[in-house]
């Protein structure tokens, strides 16, 4: 089976930064991807990670530890609009945690 | 926009009605994934399709099921409605199989079951 952990829910401040935790137990591992969900929305593709390392994309970057089934999501220079949900994902077919709802406040 | 396009957007039915959702995925991707999302189960697999053949299921109920035509559309179709169905249904779809591809989510259709 597969179990994906993270946070329900948190608040950051508009400019600052936000890591965002998702630890993970899969009985093969295939990969992690991040995706980002507005609500009533479809969720939109952030990274992909399969290695262990960082991977940086702009603002958002995303770490991996496989030999910790860990891996981190991390925004910087926090805008209102990314107030949304983050969800983290495994393997193909992708199976989603039940995503970290993200509020920015100003 | 992702290119994966679904209908019906929103559907409002009744109990132990059946309905057709129908996804059609990016231009050349091979394979489609359905998932449902509540609010308190957050987004679940139920089945995967590639080139037309059933690769992998989820926690799909027996009252669902799907199937991908030779165009590569897909549909899929639930019966025996129950109030707890009411959810949005994504469709997604990837190029390949192989591990690592992106997957790729469509707008989504909202179903109330009533």
């Known amino acids: 089976g597969q179990n994906i952990d993270q946070p329900t829910e948190m608040t950051a401040t508009e400019g600052a930064i936000v890591q965002i935790n998702c630890t993970y137990q899969t009985s093969g591992f295939n990969g992690l991807f991040w995706y980002q969900q507005h609500a009533g929305e479809a969720p939109t593709f952030l990274s992909y990670?399969?290695?262990?390392g960082l991977e940086e994309k702009g603002r958002f970057s995303s770490f991996l530890s496989r030999s910790k089934g860990y891996s981190y999501l991390l925004l910087k220079e926090l805008q209102m609009k990314d107030s949304a949900s983050y969800l983290c994902?495994?393997?193909?077919?992708?199976?989603f945690g039940k995503g970290t709802r993200l509020s920015v406040i100003a | 926009d992702s290119g994966v396009t679904q209908t019906p957007k929103h559907l409002i039915t009744a109990t132990g009605q059946r309905v057709t959702l129908r996804c059609s995925p990016r231009?050349?991707?091979?394979?489609v994934y359905w998932y449902q999302q509540s609010l308190d189960q957050g987004l679940q697999f139920l089945i995967h399709y590639y080139n037309g053949e059933e690769r992998a299921k989820g926690n799909i109920l027996e009252r669902f099921s799907a199937q991908q035509f030779p165009d590569l559309h897909s549909e899929l179709n639930l019966s025996s409605l129950e109030l707890g169905d009411s959810a949005l249904y994504f469709c997604a779809s990837s190029a390949l199989l192989a591990s690592g591809n992106t997957i790729y989510f469509g707008e989504g259709s909202w179903l109330t079951v009533v």
């Open positions: 994902a495994v393997n193909t077919p992708l199976v």
């Open positions: 231009s050349g991707d091979l394979s």
């Open positions: 990670n399969v290695l262990d």
